[in-house]
Every structure is written in C-alpha cells, then in structure tokens.
C-alpha cells in the first residue's frame, strides 16, 4: 500500500491583511483597557465609583472577545440572541444576591 | 463567513428533514458549543455572583493600606495579598504577576484567533504556527497558576494571628500561615474558599483547554484536516478557548481589582 502524502489538496487561500489588522487592532484594544484598569487600581480610591468602572471596563472587554474574537458579531441575528438573551437573567441574580448579602451583614455587624 | 467554513457534510441529498439544513446557519457542531458555552457562563456566573454576594456580607478592610494584617474580621485588600512575583523574595508588586497572567492569556487567544483566521483559509503552516503559540501560551498561564496557588498555599513568613474554631470544634487563637478551606491569613474562611474554587474551576477549563489544543495542533500538523476538507475543528476549540480568556477577564475584575 501506498503510504499516503502528506501534502494540502484544499487550495490555500491567501492572506486577507485587513481581517488580520482588525484582529490586531482588537487586542490591542483589550491590552489597554487592562492597563487602564491596572493604572485605576492604584490611583483612584476604593469606592462605588471605581468598582462601577471597573465593571463597565469588563464587559466591554467581554464585548470585544465575544463579537470579535468569538466572532459572534458575524453570526445570524437569531443565534446572536439566542446566546444574549439569557444572560440578562443573571441580572436578576446578581441584585438579589447583592441583596441578601448586605442583609447578612447588617445582621452580622449590626 | 459561514458560508465558506460550514459547507461540510451537508450532502444535498438530505432534504431539509434529513438533516440537510443549518439551523441559524451554523454547523451543528458551532451551534452546539456555542449552547454548551451559554450553559458553561451560567456555572461561572453562579461562582462570581456568590462571591460578590459573600463578599459584600463582610465589612471592607478601612485603615491604612499601609497596616493592613490579615483578619477573619473583614475582607482583604487584593493587592496586599496577590503582591508577590516569582524569583524575588520580599519584594511588594502588588497584582503585577496575575496582570502578567492576563496579558498571556489575552495573549493566547489573540494567537487563536490568528489560527482560526488561517484555518478559513485552509492554510495549514499558518494553522499550525498559531496553534503551537497558543499551546505556549495555555502552558504558560498553568504554570503561573500552579505558583500562585503554591505561594497562597505556603502564604508569608509573618502569617497572621487569628481567632478561629479549628477543626476539632475548639475555639483557638494561633498565628496561621497560608491558606487551606478551614482558615487562611488573609480574611475570612470564605475568602480563600472563594479563591480555591473559582481559580480551580477556570484553571481545570484551562487544562481541559491545553488538551484541546494540543489535539487540535497535532492533526493540524498530520494533515487530519486536510483530508477532512475543513478546518472547522480549529474554529470549535477556538470558540472554547476565547471562553476560558473571557472567564478570566470576570475573574480578574472581581478577585483582584475590586
């Protein structure tokens, strides 16, 4: 039996720069929001204010993985949903459980 | 974009009941990970929001972070706790190791991306050149793990004294060092509950995630897809690893920024 070449029969298609520039582009876009968030860290003081900012910062970091790097952004719009949609039910838990939290400190500390 | 990488399998002699059509037009595979990884935010939100919740149940650390001793009575600061780098002993850098650690896997998933940008173009040197960055860089990222939780584990040389019922159901003020799941130097039992567990799952995603890939590089590399006539299996292990980068980007947030 003949041993099988190891050589591509798919056509190799060439570079597309502009796809690999965008891919760039968007990390360095998470690299300076981390380094933005390491800087604040350090800088600001603790509070409500920072840790809002910190949460905004992530999920547009979040935004950026999923629609680009995930390439969920290149999706159809029904699956685009169907993969968002959901998550707004964790709101819900993080307010009720913010919640309870702080009645458990009260109780605790009070 | 699907078009090009999805035209697989699908025989045009199943009709649209025999399986010859792609719901939301995605290959079954895509569209499978993709729920598997909705499904996979669900278990990790339910962590982090715990830990947000635990978390706001204790008072915050308020002196000076000059004075900061690790108590039971409230929660630490995190960058007087995750202020070490390996090699150097002694020396304060507070969260420069674990923004290290972020970097290399943001780092990682941009080389992902790079090798499911090849894979579309059926390029096998690119697929396998980006695959075996992103293999360096998932190595990487484990072995920083494995030391961050050795050093929280061993903890400092000063440790901290604390008033703690140990394991026997005593009351007992001792001077602890480190950390295990019943009492650690830095803040409350939970704390380092919190730390164990959350770190643990995402670093276990991770090594599942090395796996993978090396999987994936080696049948890159032995022309698995090639013969197969796609590369989608990249664009698959690549929707997972992205994950595993997005985790850590909650995780880092909500464990050593805030």
């Known amino acids: 039996m003949e041993i099988q070449e190891n050589k591509s029969t798919l056509t190799v298609v060439p570079k597309n720069n502009d796809k690999i520039k965008k891919i760039w582009k968007?990390?360095?876009?998470?690299?300076?929001?981390?380094?933005?968030?390491?800087?604040?860290?350090?800088?600001?003081?603790?509070?409500?204010?920072?840790?809002?900012?910190?949460?905004a910062l992530t999920i547009w970091k979040a935004k950026y993985i999923m629609m680009e790097f995930m390439?969920?952004?290149?999706?159809?719009k029904p699956l685009i949903y169907s993969i968002l949609v959901p998550i707004a039910f964790l709101f819900w838990l993080i307010i009720v459980l913010l919640k309870e939290g702080s009645e458990i400190f009260s109780l605790r500390w009070y | 974009m699907s078009a090009h990488s999805t035209a697989i399998g699908v025989s045009s002699k199943r009709g649209v009941w025999g399986g010859g059509n792609e719901p939301l037009k995605a290959s079954y595979g895509k569209l499978m990970m993709w729920f598997f990884l909705l499904s996979d935010i669900f278990t990790f939100a339910a962590f982090l929001i715990t830990y947000l919740s635990i978390r706001v149940s204790?008072?915050?650390?308020?002196?000076?972070?000059?004075?900061?001793?690790?108590?039971?009575?409230?929660?630490?600061?995190?960058?007087?706790v995750f202020d070490a780098i390996p090699f150097v002993h002694g020396v304060h850098a507070?969260?420069?190791?674990?923004?290290?650690m972020t970097f290399i896997l943001i780092a990682s998933s941009v080389t992902m991306v790079?090798?499911?940008?090849?894979?579309?173009?059926?390029?096998?040197?690119?697929?396998?050149?980006?695959?075996?960055?992103?293999?360096?860089g998932g190595i990487t990222f484990l072995s920083c793990q494995a030391w961050e939780w050795n050093h929280f584990i061993h903890g400092s040389e000063m440790g901290a004294t604390l008033n703690y019922i140990n394991g026997l159901g005593q009351n007992v003020t001792e001077t602890v060092f480190g950390a295990n799941l019943l009492v650690n130097e830095y803040g409350p039992a939970s704390f380092a509950n919190l730390f164990f567990f959350i770190t643990g799952f995402h670093g276990f995603h991770v090594t599942i995630g090395v796996v993978l890939l090396f999987m994936v590089f080696y049948q890159a590399a032995v022309g698995v897809y090639d013969r197969r006539g796609h590369y989608e299996m990249v664009e698959k292990v690549g929707l997972y690893w992205h994950f595993v980068d997005l985790v850590w980007v909650f995780v880092f947030t909500l464990f050593y920024l805030i």
């Open chain 2, 114 to 136: 790079l090798a499911v940008e090849a894979g579309h173009r059926n390029d096998r040197n690119d697929v396998v050149k980006w695959m075996l960055w992103t293999l360096v």
């Open chain 1, 71 to 76: 390439h969920l952004g290149d999706e159809v």
């Open chain 2, 58 to 80: 204790y008072p915050a650390y308020a002196g000076p972070a000059k004075e900061f001793v690790g108590s039971n009575e409230y929660w630490p600061i995190p960058e007087l």
């Open chain 1, 26 to 55: 968007t990390a360095l876009i998470l690299a300076l929001i981390t380094g933005a968030e390491f800087i604040m860290a350090f800088t600001m003081p603790r509070g409500i204010l920072l840790y809002s900012l910190f949460m």
């Open chain 2, 94 to 100: 507070p969260l420069v190791f674990v923004g290290l």
